[in-house]
């Protein structure tokens, strides 16, 4: 089960408010050692959760890393003490839209616009909370990754190590439309009422489906769909093909995806996290100079893309690459050669698997150094 802890103090965010109280949703595997100097945090994307290596409490699919976390895996938990918190603004424990705010009276629509530092000054929280002054290693793909980025700019004396993982430094136009489209359709669901469903006892089932659909399209690449379903049709006679049903296996897989996506997530959640990633914009306060938000760092960056990913591709991971190597940071990076699209980082991907290992190996020898 997921633990949570409640921070009586509130937490001041970026848009001017304070949340009056906290609570941090989170999981641990692995023993924190004697001197805690071997703790790795492991931040989740926009759909993700707490539940990393374990199955999930509501749907009891397998955790959504735990092809990597574990017992001899690329992050071993018998070597590290291994944390992923629910993010704030999410819907698995954390504060968020669906949390009751003091008066008794939920958040809904109400819940203040947050950031993605916002979400990283919680689970600061939660670290000193369990005792660590210093990460080994902040790692997080797509939402994930603009996490340990912006760990590695908030906190950099806190961070050792930070993988960034099929992100990037901003959130593109591009992204920024596909994420207006998700909003839109959920607005449009009647069930919705302006986000005062849950008062009604209503869930914007329709909306919220859409949005996961539209949003799915963009994680994986047109190769790996092609692969998958291709062209092949459900039904196996043109008399029996419907106008508005299920014609292809591809539309029998994004209906799918939608109505599992809606059992376990919230509508307004969702609206505000999208919005936390359309606001990240690592260089605004540095006059659009990326290289200046890494100066100084001591931190030890690899940072990681995929070849197939168009949501953020490549050249998105180079340019932080390249600005890190400009700050005269420690930095290695790599493009994984792959069809999968964004959602390699999730899938099995043995390449990347061993460069994520061999990286961690070789700053676990300096952090040893360091610390001896």
């Known amino acids: 089960m997921s633990e949570t802890v409640h921070f009586a103090d509130g937490l001041a965010l970026d848009c001017g408010q304070t949340l009056p109280d906290l609570d941090v949703a989170y999981r641990t595997y692995g023993r924190l050692s004697p001197a805690a100097d071997n703790a790795v945090l492991v931040c989740h994307a926009l759909t993700g959760d707490q539940y990393v290596a374990e199955p999930h409490a509501a749907t009891g699919r397998p955790g959504w890393w735990q092809a990597l976390v574990g017992p001899g895996k690329v992050i071993d938990t018998e070597r590290y003490f291994v944390i992923c918190a629910n993010v704030l603004g999410g819907c698995m424990g954390s504060t968020g839209p669906t949390s009751r705010r003091p008066d008794g009276r939920v958040w809904g629509m109400e819940f203040p616009p947050i950031t993605i530092r916002d979400m990283v000054r919680a689970q600061e929280k939660l670290v000193r909370h369990l005792g660590i002054e210093r990460l080994f290693a902040v790692i997080g793909g797509s939402m994930g990754g603009m996490q340990a980025l912006a760990w590695a700019t908030t906190f950099p004396e806190r961070v050792f190590a930070a993988v960034p993982i099929a992100t990037a430094s901003y959130h593109s136009a591009q992204n920024i439309a596909f994420h207006e489209v998700g909003r839109q359709a959920i607005f449009a669901d009647p069930d919705f009422m302006g986000g005062d469903y849950a008062a009604a006892g209503k869930v914007p089932e329709r909306g919220l489906a859409v949005a996961r659909m539209a949003a799915h399209i963009t994680y994986v690449s047109e ?150």
């Open 223 to 372: 190769q790996a769909l092609t692969r998958k379903f291709g062209r092949k049709l459900r039904a196996t006679d043109v008399r029996d093909i419907s106008l508005f049903g299920d014609t292809f296996e591809v539309e029998s897989y994004l209906r799918h995806q939608g109505s599992s996506f809606v059992r376990r997530f919230d509508a307004n959640a969702y609206l505000t996290i999208t919005r936390a990633m359309d606001l990240f914009d690592l260089a605004a306060e540095h006059d659009g100079d990326l290289t200046r938000a890494f100066a100084g760092s001591r931190t030890r960056f690899c940072v990681i893309s995929f070849s197939s990913d168009w949501l953020f591709p490549t050249g998105q991971s180079r340019a932080i690459a390249r600005a890190l190597n400009q700050a005269a940071a420690n930095v290695s990076f790599v493009e994984i050669s792959t069809d999968k699209g964004h959602d390699a980082f999730l899938l099995e991907e043995p390449d990347f698997h061993a460069a994520l290992r061999g990286f961690l190996a070789g700053c676990a020898a300096h952090w040893r150094r360091e610390t001896a």
